[in-house]
């Protein structure tokens, strides 16, 4: 199929490629098939066009790359809600979600925040360094979070992303010695954290 429809999003037209739309079953489909006459004006649409071109980007790649912004992302979603674009609200969710718990581990950034984060504490830091997609896809986040609320009153943990380790490692740093902890790939987190309680019972 092919020709461009016109569509009117409050006041703002956008042009969209007959083909791109008619691969989503529903609403776009229906809008593809049935707006056949190319001199019609553009079909009206009572919705923001904020976000439109997102959702066509998504229609014709099945990709998109989300904003970091959580408000964003909701409006997104709100969006793909009212067109029915169900993986698009997964995707939507499943960010959001990821963003929480990214926020919820603490992150020190660069080898200036770490030596700050040690220099200031009283306490052993336990350090998390990591080189893959902190998600409930990639690692076992269930784990992470239990081994934070058991020891979060003694050390202080925090996470730091690194490229040049290999999956997922740890360091216990005192202001008078470090420890280094094996690294283990995603599905052995829960013995990395096991060897981490071993040798904090040494200390």
């Known amino acids: 199929m092919s020709g461009i429809l ?13 083909s791109s739309l008619a691969r989503h079953d529903g609403f776009f489909n229906l809008l593809a098939v049935s707006n056949q006459n190319p001199h019609l004006e553009p079909l009206f649409v009572d919705r923001d066009p904020k ?28 969006e793909a809600r009212h067109f029915n674009l169900h993986y698009l609200i997964f995707k939507c ?30 306490k052993t830091v336990i350090l998390f360094y990591y080189t893959i997609d902190l998600s409930r896809e990639s690692v076992p986040i ?3 979070e239990e081994f934070i609320d058991e020891y979060k009153h003694k050390y202080d943990i925090y996470f ?36 981490v309680r071993r040798i904090l019972g040494t200390l």
Request: with cysteine.
């Open 142 to 144: 269930q784990a992470l």
């Open 51 to 78: 976000h439109f071109l997102k959702l066509l980007d998504y229609i014709r790649d099945k990709e998109i790359l989300l904003p970091e912004s959580e408000i964003e992302i909701n409006e997104i979603c709100e």
């Open 6 to 18: 016109k569509l009117n999003f409050r006041g703002t037209v956008i042009h969209a490629e007959k």
């Open 93 to 122: 969710q499943q960010k959001v979600e990821n963003m929480k718990l990214k926020n919820k581990f603490r992150h020190l950034n660069g080898s200036a925040e770490i030596l700050e984060a040690v220099g200031n504490s009283d």
């Open 160 to 195: 730091h992303k690194e490229e040049a380790i290999k999956w997922f490692s740890c360091k216990l740093i005192s202001k008078t010695r470090v420890v280094n902890v094996l690294d283990a790939n995603p599905k052995d987190i829960h013995f990395c954290l096991d060897e």
